[in-house]
């Protein structure tokens, strides 16, 4: 357990998540979840890979998620022209 978890829990994932310039109600906030938990375990630890730069979630879980700045939440941001 000493490099994170081994499974990814999208419902983790989902409650310790910012949402900027979305709400959790907002369609392609919904179809992400959606997709994401049709992923089977390899799918989900290299989108993990791709968003975050580790394929292992934190032994404490996305709480525990650390970004530049310490711990931070996993965030979706939409921006405007």
Known sequence: MISGR???DIEDLKRNTELVNYVKYDQIIIWLFEVLVSFDMELRTAFLQFV???SRVPVEGFKDLRGMNG???FN???EFE
């Open 52 to 54: 975050t730069g580790s």
């Open 6 to 8: 081994p499974t990814i």
């Open 76 to 78: 979706i941001h939409k």
């Open 71 to 73: 711990v931070q939440k």
